[in-house]
């Protein structure tokens, strides 16, 4: 069965400063999609990354990125020059494109101080 | 194009009450999952289908029950309710279409006394 990891409950950044939240995660198969997702207060969900396993190049979408190793089956999300309103639950996810299961980690909080 | 929706969007039932969650998507997506997030805690999946007719267990299915009659409807049944199924409910579909990035309904926060 597949395992999503988050052992940071919670962390905090100083505004414009960078941080990086792990992940790891544990599957048999060898194609999937890694997603990191964003909640904030309101508990709506917001998709900030997705990576799709078989592409060995990182995801980036603007302040945030990815470092994918496979092998390593880690999954680690880096916010740069952080902002207040990235204050949040962040939560990774996986999806078995084999059975379409989407498995969510348990969240790292996120605080993000002036 | 109204999404995922969800109803009700709060409930109380007392303990050995039913109830069903209804969770509708207009994106015609294939997949469809139902979550419990309890306080503070990460999303649990419950059960989700990948596509009317199927349907199959996630990581807490006990105590619940669903169907998948149509690709549009998704409810979520909730037999016997007990207080450790006081959670907030969280219905999402996607497809391949969409980069399987998934679409949330707003919740449905279930009390059970």
């Known amino acids: 069965a597949q395992t999503v990891t988050q052992s940071q409950p919670e962390m905090s950044v100083q505004e414009a400063e960078t941080v990086t939240l792990s992940c790891t995660y544990d599957?048999?198969?060898?194609?999937?999609?890694l997603f990191w997702y964003k909640q904030p207060p309101s508990r709506q969900m917001i998709l900030v990354i997705r990576q799709e396993a078989y592409k060995q190049q990182n995801a980036t979408e603007n302040r945030f990125s990815v470092n994918f190793q496979k092998a390593a089956k880690s999954f680690s999300l880096k916010i740069s020059d952080s902002q207040l309103g990235d204050t949040a639950m962040y939560f990774c996810a996986f999806m078995s494109t084999r059975t379409y299961k989407y498995i969510f980690g348990t969240g790292t909080r996120l605080k993000v101080l002036a | 194009n109204a999404g995922v929706t969800q109803t009700p969007k709060f409930r109380i039932l007392k303990i050995g009450q039913s109830m069903t969650l209804q969770c509708a998507q207009d994106m015609n997506h294939n997949y469809m999952y139902w979550y419990r997030q309890d306080p503070g805690m990460g999303l649990k999946l419950i059960y989700y289908?990948?596509?009317?007719?199927?349907?199959d267990k996630g990581e807490v299915p006990n105590g619940y029950n669903v169907s998948r009659s149509t690709t549009e409807d998704f409810p979520l049944r909730l037999e016997l309710a007990a207080p450790s199924q006081t959670s907030v409910y969280f219905c999402a579909s996607n497809n391949e279409l969409a980069k399987n990035i998934q679409y949330f309904g707003a919740g449905t926060r279930l009390s059970v006394l």
């Open positions: 289908s990948v596509g009317a007719g199927i349907t």
């Open positions: 599957t048999s198969e060898s194609n999937y999609y």
